[in-house]
């Protein structure tokens, strides 16, 4: 999943409006941020095999320490427990805790059985969205409009610009979820380690997001 992560981190502003954008875009996207990094130093493993998914053609055929349900639970405590340290803000603590665990939830929604339960589990789960493009298209699109609405909603901006801004953010994001269903497959790991270290970009973007879209700054 790629657009439903980010409608996520949109929707949680409600739950936690002290947390800036970026912070909840961090914590959303925080497995696949983490993911690259272990690509490049080879902690991790994936390999280009086309039309194992109708979706992908990406197998996460080992990845335990980013994408493990044990994994995931660690990342989130870790995640939500520096918030409170920096913000001794309980429910600002709590929100990015749980969002950096939807992101696994999502995954085992829409990827094949690739998810580990455990580091050194071989037992691996997922419910397969991903065999299905339409049915993968549509719920993308459902999570994410629905979190754009929330955050537009809960987050009014005081100047035009951020609006304008937001909703390139928004169009950005489309145009690469998009790009990456029906253009050609990456060439070798390195390039997907790249592109997604790429990411880092859009949590910059979503503190910048934030300023033009809140009277006072907030805490984190």
Known sequence: MFLGHYGAALAA???????PL?????????????????????AEHVRIAPGIT???PLDFYDYPWSHSL??????????GGGIYLLSKNPRS???GGVLVFSHWVLDFVTHRPDLPLT????????????NSLPGTIVLELLVFLAGFAVYFASVPANRRKGTVEFTAFAAVLAGIYFASLFGPPPENSLEIA??????????IWGYRLDRPRRKKPARL
């Open 93 to 95: 603590s709590a929100a």
């Open 70 to 79: 044990t994994g995931s639970l660690l990342l989130s405590v870790l995640f």
């Open 13 to 19: 502003k409600k739950a936690a409006p002290a947390l």
């Open 119 to 130: 580091f050194g589990s071989g037992t691996k789960v997922g419910l397969g969205l991903w």
């Open 194 to 203: 790249v592109a997604g270290n790429a990411a880092w970009i859009f949590v």
């Open 54 to 56: 109708a979706v992908t």
């Open 22 to 42: 970026g912070t909840l875009i961090m914590a959303s996207q925080l497995m696949d941020l983490l993911w690259p990094l272990l690509l490049l130093f080879h």
